[in-house]
């Protein structure tokens, strides 16, 4: 399954691009996602859990960064399992980020294959709603790291806790409306 997604944010593409070479600090700002350490490779290990209605998904993984100064873009392969719930995620990221007038946009690509009961979840238009209410979140948490005052201050930002079945029905009626044309009139 593929992910597209663009966001823009009000800040140079060098002050960008600082940012997510801090990767535990865009790590912080990915709801549900939590870093465990790093081997001795470079890759980094960590889980992504999110629940999704009645199921939660616990992904134990690691996920290799590959970087581009000069086109500040950057490749990111993972692959994890839900040990609890029997299932296995492998995913590809390719983002960039470039100038956007005052500030940058940032294109997100992702190609996602899921196996087991996690699977069932990638046959609807709901897992693109759903990575576009996580983006939302992961972009309020980068503005407020960036708008920071102090170090201390930006360290302490962090997404909010994903709430699994409030995101699951908000992302169940976009999909609705999306499939029905409707709006909130």
Known sequence: M????EFVVARSPDVVWQFFQDVPSVALCLPGAELTGRTEDGAYEGTLSSKLGPMTAAFEGKATVTT???SRSAT???KGVDKKGGSRGQVKVEYSVKPDGAGSRVSVDANIQLSGPAAQFGR???INEMSRRLIEDFVACLEAKLEAGTHEEAEAIQASDVKGV???FA???AWFKSLFGKSDE
Request: glycine share 10%; proline share 0%.
């Open 171 to 173: 992302s169940l009626w």
């Open 124 to 126: 609807t238009g709901l």
């Open 76 to 78: 990111i392969e993972g």
């Open 166 to 168: 409030s995101l699951f």
């Open 68 to 70: 581009d100064e000069a």
């Open 2 to 5: 593929r992910i597209s997604q």
